[in-house]
């Protein structure tokens, strides 16, 4: 379960990209480091015990391609309040990272991989980024729905689908996805202060959100007892001749200090 978006400000001509990750268990994530893949360098953020084996949560590489994944829920294969993503998603995100340089390369990847593979488990939902643009992918076996950024100042998701509402289950059939609406309008309420004039102070203050208080709610989600909270952050910085990515684990980041790294 996980927020991601991506935001352009117009002014600065920077862009940047964000996830909070959700979890319910008491995974220890490895701390991010630079692998070098077959055209690129890439930030790993493994989603393993081994942090040498293939599969990452997120991720940028390089030449400012970005990766965020979000699991979706569909009624074809829906199962109550169990959402599942199956690893071959995190290693289809982690080779897109190793051999794309944009964001429409890097959505072309994921398809091909997706159809050929039968990826997907119950849905994903994935945002792949550059400097330019902005996609969001939603997929349901043998179904997808695209949105491309282009001129809008932010593209935001939670864990539902938008595009394909059709197959999406409603929010009252679960408390998961009453959550999920909730995390998404506080996004869009969010970035809707500033519009186009977005910065890197705005979205790390959005990432640390606690506008449903601190439950697991809220953007920032400090969960009970079997409910979701938030188990690391990632945000991404494009400028025209930088790639910078800011990353907190095994904690909430309203509550950490954020550790840079420069690509």
């Not at 893949?37 to 030449?63: C, D, I, M, Q, T």
């Not at 997929?139 to 864990?159: C, E, F, H, K, M």
Request: negative net charge.
């Amino acid at each position: 379960m996980c927020t991601i978006g991506a935001v352009k400000n117009f002014t600065n001509r920077e862009s940047y990209f964000f996830k909070n990750l959700d979890q319910t268990d008491q995974f220890t994530y490895h701390q991010p480091f630079i692998e070098k893949g077959s055209r690129f360098r890439y930030l790993k953020l493994s989603s393993s015990h081994n942090p040498r084996e293939k599969g990452v949560w997120a991720g940028v590489n390089e030449a400012g391609m970005v990766i965020l994944g979000a699991d979706g829920n569909c009624l074809p294969n829906y199962c109550g309040t169990s959402y599942t993503s199956l690893n071959d998603s995190l290693v289809a995100y982690e080779e897109a990272l190793a051999e794309c340089e944009t964001a429409q390369e890097a959505m072309e990847f994921l398809m091909r991989c997706y159809q050929s593979k039968h990826i997907g488990g119950n849905g994903d939902i994935i945002m792949t980024g550059d400097r330019n643009e902005a996609i969001a992918m939603e997929y349901s076996p043998d179904r997808w729905g695209i949105q491309y950024r282009a001129s809008l100042p932010y593209l935001v998701r939670s864990n539902f689908f938008i595009l394909l509402n059709s197959i999406r289950p409603m929010p009252e059939e679960n408390t998961l996805h009453t959550s999920s609406a909730m995390r998404y309008n506080d996004a869009l309420k969010h970035l809707s202060i500033k519009g186009t004039q977005n910065t890197l102070d705005d979205i790390m203050d959005l990432v640390k959100s606690h506008y449903q208080g601190e439950t697991a709610m809220s953007i920032c989600r400090h969960g009970g007892s079997q409910e979701y909270y938030t188990k690391g952050s990632l945000i991404v910085q494009l400028t025209a001749h930088s790639v910078d990515a800011f990353v907190v684990l095994n904690n909430y980041p309203c509550k950490a200090e954020f550790r840079r790294l420069t690509l």
